[in-house]
């Protein structure tokens, strides 16, 4: 007696719409969906808030100067690392423009790096441009603390961020 097997070769068109609301299409995304990757991505972040930092100046010893905690500017500053291959770190002035009264990490998914040549010592000089909620700031150069991840095809921009090499398996995961 044969016995009649059946094999599926096609999966019809309406899988690939309820397949595609699942999909992971960036590190933020992945951040909100996929439990061990942001349970990794916070791990890394949290051992920086462990860090001890000693200041050279005597007087800043003391005490941290900005009223955002070192702590948490680190922590941030991380995620936003690993997520989006760079941190941006806006130094809020006072009135007079010059000196720094405060330290705030700007969220990477939100900015931009305009390049605008380079500087006389050879470094490139930069704009950034963060867009929330339909508003746009701009920020120059000397208004931004910039750490980028390594980029092997770009030296301006956000570097390839490390959260990202790691958006296949878990896409895999959040199935």
Known sequence: ????????????????GELSKYQLTDTGMAYMRVPIFRACVDRIAS????????????????????????SELLYQATISYLLHGAAYILLVRG?????VQNLMVLNGSTMRVEYLGMNDDGTPRRRYIQTVNGHTYTFEDEDIVFIRAYHPADDVGPGVAPGYTALNPAQTLHY
């Open 1 to 16: 007696m044969s016995v009649t097997q059946k094999m599926l070769s096609y999966i019809p068109g309406w899988s690939d």
């Open 47 to 70: 051992s920086m808030r462990q860090i001890p930092v000693y200041m050279d100046d005597q007087d800043l010893r003391e005490a941290w100067p900005y009223p955002t905690s070192l």
């Open 95 to 99: 009135q007079n423009f010059r000196r």
